[in-house]
């Protein structure tokens, strides 16, 4: 296939450092907070820094904290004496996941329940591979029984159970990027300040082979103290930055040596809640939430992750590199991140919400994602005293957006002398707030959505800004529809002022024009799966621009259900609507009472074959939210076996 590029190409055996390397590509994948860094900075640029705190506003008190009662800087009396900003925890729009265990105080079994459903990119293949790994005999030589998922090449079972625990993840998201912008000489582009100084960078030349190309593209990337700067593979002096081109460097914990590996293989031997723990304490990149659940009928929570601490500023956007005001002076001790076992409540909820209180002692970020799927998931746990693993699979299935019901009280309350703007507005008032394929209100919901938040704010930002702001911009007008007189709903490019409800019939009569010419003039027929689809693309061949290899390798599109952070997760661009982008690629149950009885599921296959019939089997169970059984024992395993294929070193 690749030989129809009119290139040869020679495929490199898989070795120990591509696994390690794979980590790395993960932890780069869940650590984004460069991107805020340098969002903030032109906002602040543009409008100024009150701008920053209403357009990417803190965290709100009316979402979960995954542990309420974190210790406070008060109960701690190791913290480092450096200078700490106060903690503005804001909204991020990063990767995310849903997991949460339940007590057996809540469960109809009387033993815990854990549940997981990871959310990141979609692709062909997926992402994952079930897989178990059983060691006969167990013994010090070869320690594993367990079953999950994992990546491909990556060392062990990333996620699931073995005999006695139980594991889910989902990303916590820390500030462990920060951008120090650095001042070089301007006799020698080589060399930068620190501390009054001039100091040489170390430059590392790359050779990357292109196809057609004789000679390698040859790229000397520039380290400083502080990092690679990597705006010189941006586009140099002719990128356009908020202050002009200044050359960026990343400090980032994934560039340090790590230990993930043996986090890993320690996790997969685990018994009990201190070797759990002990493992964690090696997970050191991507930083994540992991949810546990045993046999003895015991759950908790444990953050592991290396997390700098500063001696000055908060890392939410670039600061000076020359003049040593803001390194990296430690990082959080490990038992001082935030856990939690056996809970009052019986339960454990994350999903990318804050992990602490504002009074948490160290920074962990100020990138919190909003917690609208977590304070949905608590509201269906805590409203149910019994709960089974259909239970569970129904909230992993849950299409409810949280936003929707913030905003729809001020959309339904509109009166209009318009009959199809008014007819819309009935639509909304019958729809029953839930993201479903087949729906016509939600349709128009999300097509509101997105054009309230150009309504509000395009005329502010301008169209690059707002394309990079809209997600941001949609968490914030939870906090600006109260005042109807709010700055932000006024067109500064008109003479008139108008306010919250002119704004808001402006965004519903636009999403009628657009629903209207793309599917029908009677709104009764709109469909939210008829804009909402989702495509697997292969990750090597799918994009290709060969048309006929293209058809064979990639799947879809298919309408999907949920929508922009519902549990049910089927996240879209809000430049590229409404396309998904990010989906629930591995969903487990795990029931603590009998392993046998817990159920997994990705997205495509167990093939990475197109002509094979696993390459794209899972893809309509996946949409319907349906598992298979984890196949545990030996006997099951065998009794479901296609065939035995014995690898002999």
């Given at each position: 296939?690749?030989?129809?590029t009119?290139?040869r190409f020679?495929?490199?055996p898989?070795?120990?450092?591509?696994?390690?390397?794979?980590?790395?590509v993960?932890?780069?994948?869940?650590?984004?907070n460069r991107?805020?860094?340098l969002?903030?900075?032109?906002?602040?640029?543009?409008l100024?820094?009150?701008?920053?705190?209403?357009?990417?506003?803190?965290?709100?008190d009316?979402?979960?904290?995954?542990?309420?009662?974190?210790p406070?800087?008060?109960?701690?009396q190791a913290?480092?004496d450096?200078?700490?900003?106060?903690?503005a925890l804001g909204?991020?729009?990063?990767?995310?996941?849903?997991?949460?265990?339940v007590a057996g105080?809540?469960?109809?079994?009387?033993m815990?329940?854990?549940a997981?459903?990871?959310?990141?990119?979609?692709?062909?293949?997926?992402?994952?591979?079930e897989?178990?790994?059983?060691?006969?005999p167990?013994g010090?030589?070869?320690?594993?029984?367990?079953?999950?998922a994992s990546?491909p090449?990556?060392?062990g079972?990333i996620v699931?159970l073995?005999?006695?625990?139980?594991?889910?993840?989902t990303?916590?998201?820390?500030d462990?990027?920060?951008?120090?912008?650095?001042k070089?000489n301007?006799?020698?582009?080589d060399?930068?300040?620190?501390q009054?100084?001039?100091?040489?960078?170390?430059?590392?030349?790359?050779?990357i082979?292109?196809?057609?190309?004789?000679?390698?593209?040859?790229?000397d990337?520039?380290?400083?103290y502080?990092?690679?700067?990597?705006?010189?593979?941006a586009?140099?002096?002719?990128?356009?930055?908020?202050?002009g081109?200044?050359?960026l460097?990343l400090?980032?914990?994934?560039?340090?040596p790590?230990?993930l590996?043996?986090?890993?293989l320690l996790l997969?031997?685990?018994q009990?809640w201190?070797?759990?723990?002990e493992?964690?304490?090696?997970?050191?990149?991507?930083?994540?939430?992991?949810?546990y659940a045993?046999?003895?009928g015991?759950?908790?929570y444990?953050?592991?992750?290396r997390?700098?601490i500063?001696?000055?500023?908060?890392g939410?956007?670039p600061?000076?590199g020359w003049t040593?005001?803001?390194?990296w002076v430690?990082t959080?001790?490990?038992?001082?991140l935030?856990?939690?076992?056996?809970?009052?409540?019986?339960?454990?909820?994350?999903a990318?919400?804050?992990?602490?209180?504002?009074?948490?002692?160290?920074?962990i970020t100020?990138?919190?994602?909003?917690?609208?799927?977590?304070r949905?998931?608590?509201?269906?746990?805590?409203a149910?005293?019994?709960?089974s693993?259909?239970?569970m699979r129904a909230?992993?299935?849950?299409?409810?957006?949280?936003?929707?019901?913030?905003?729809?009280?001020?959309?339904?309350?509109?009166?209009t002398?318009?009959?199809?703007v008014?007819?819309?507005i009935?639509?909304?008032r019958?729809?029953?707030?839930?993201?479903?394929?087949?729906s016509?209100?939600?349709?128009?919901?999300?097509?509101f959505?997105?054009h309230l938040?150009?309504?509000?704010t395009?005329d502010e930002?301008?169209?690059d800004?707002?394309?990079?702001?809209?997600?941001?911009?949609?968490?914030?007008?939870?906090?600006?529809?109260p005042d109807?007189?709010s700055?932000?709903?006024?067109?500064?490019?008109?003479?008139?002022?108008?306010?919250?409800?002119e704004?808001?019939?402006?965004?519903?009569?636009?999403?009628?024009?657009?629903?209207?010419?793309?599917?029908?003039?009677k709104?009764?027929?709109?469909?939210w799966?008829e804009?909402?689809?989702?495509s697997?693309e292969?990750?090597?061949l799918?994009?290709?621009?060969?048309?006929?290899?293209?058809a064979?390798?990639?799947?879809?599109?298919?309408p999907?259900?949920?929508?922009?952070?519902?549990?049910?997760?089927?996240?879209?661009?809000?430049?590229n609507?409404?396309t998904?982008?990010?989906?629930?690629?591995?969903?487990?149950?795990?029931?603590?009472?009998?392993l046998?009885?817990s159920a997994?599921m990705?997205?495509?296959?167990?093939s990475?074959?197109?002509f094979?019939?696993?390459?794209?089997?899972?893809?309509?169970p996946?949409?319907?939210?349906e598992?298979?059984?984890?196949?545990?024992?030996?006997?099951?395993v065998?009794?479901?076996?296609?065939?035995?294929?014995t690898?002999?070193?």
């Amino acid at each position: 296939m690749l030989g129809l590029t009119g290139t040869r190409f020679d495929i490199e055996p898989w070795t120990p450092l591509n696994s390690v390397a794979w980590g790395k590509v993960m932890a780069c994948d869940l650590s984004g907070n460069r991107g805020a860094e340098l969002l903030r900075a032109p906002i602040a640029d543009r409008l100024g820094t009150g701008a920053v705190d209403d357009l990417v506003p803190p965290y709100s008190d009316h979402y979960p904290v995954i542990v309420p009662d974190a210790p406070s800087a008060a109960s701690l009396q190791a913290v480092p004496d450096v200078v700490m900003e106060p903690l503005a925890l804001g909204d991020g729009g990063h990767l995310g996941s849903n997991s949460w265990v339940v007590a057996g105080e809540r469960t109809e079994t009387g033993m815990p329940l854990l549940a997981n459903d990871m959310h990141l990119g979609i692709q062909m293949p997926s992402i994952w591979y079930e897989i178990g790994l059983h060691c006969e005999p167990i013994g010090p030589d070869c320690p594993y029984k367990v079953v999950g998922a994992s990546f491909p090449g990556a060392p062990g079972v990333i996620v699931g159970l073995d005999e006695r625990i139980a594991l889910g993840v989902t990303n916590l998201g820390p500030d462990i990027q920060d951008l120090f912008i650095e001042k070089v000489n301007p006799e020698n582009p080589d060399q930068y300040a620190y501390q009054g100084e001039w100091g040489d960078m170390e430059i590392i030349r790359e050779e990357i082979q292109v196809a057609g190309r004789e000679d390698p593209v040859v790229v000397d990337v520039r380290l400083t103290y502080h990092g690679p700067i990597i705006n010189d593979a941006a586009g140099g002096p002719e990128e356009s930055w908020a202050f002009g081109w200044q050359p960026l460097a990343l400090s980032w914990t994934a560039l340090q040596p790590g230990t993930l590996v043996k986090g890993i293989l320690l996790l997969d031997q685990a018994q009990d809640w201190e070797s759990f723990r002990e493992a964690l304490s090696y997970w050191d990149v991507p930083s994540q939430n992991v949810v546990y659940a045993d046999v003895e009928g015991n759950i908790g929570y444990q953050a592991p992750g290396r997390i700098p601490i500063r001696a000055a500023g908060d890392g939410t956007q670039p600061v000076p590199g020359w003049t040593g005001e803001y390194e990296w002076v430690d990082t959080i001790p490990f038992d001082e991140l935030p856990r939690s076992f056996n809970p009052a409540e019986g339960y454990l909820v994350t999903a990318n919400n804050a992990a602490v209180p504002p009074d948490y002692p160290y920074l962990i970020t100020q990138d919190w994602a909003p917690g609208y799927r977590a304070r949905r998931i608590d509201e269906i746990i805590d409203a149910d005293p019994a709960l089974s693993i259909d239970d569970m699979r129904a909230i992993q299935a849950d299409n409810a957006p949280v936003w929707a019901q913030e905003v729809l009280p001020y959309v339904t309350a509109l009166s209009t002398d318009r009959p199809r703007v008014a007819k819309a507005i009935d639509l909304l008032r019958t729809w029953d707030g839930h993201a479903t394929r087949d729906s016509a209100g939600a349709a128009l919901f999300e097509a509101f959505r997105l054009h309230l938040i150009d309504a509000t704010t395009a005329d502010e930002l301008g169209d690059d800004l707002l394309k990079r702001a809209r997600p941001q911009v949609m968490n914030a007008l939870l906090n600006m529809l109260p005042d109807e007189t709010s700055v932000w709903f006024d067109d500064v490019t008109t003479p008139e002022r108008e306010t919250r409800d002119e704004i808001l019939l402006k965004a519903l009569k636009e999403a009628v024009a657009d629903l209207t010419e793309s599917q029908d003039a009677k709104m009764e027929t709109w469909r939210w799966g008829e804009m909402h689809t989702a495509s697997f693309e292969n990750q090597s061949l799918g994009q290709c621009g060969i048309g006929p290899v293209e058809a064979l390798f990639n799947r879809g599109p298919y309408p999907v259900d949920g929508s922009l952070a519902t549990v049910n997760q089927a996240d879209y661009s809000l430049s590229n609507p409404y396309t998904v982008k990010t989906v629930a690629s591995y969903r487990q149950i795990i029931d603590l009472s009998d392993l046998t009885r817990s159920a997994s599921m990705h997205t495509t296959g167990q093939s990475g074959h197109p002509f094979h019939r696993h390459y794209d089997d899972m893809i309509a169970p996946w949409r319907h939210v349906e598992h298979h059984p984890m196949l545990w024992q030996r006997g099951d395993v065998q009794a479901d076996a296609e065939g035995v294929l014995t690898l002999t070193p």
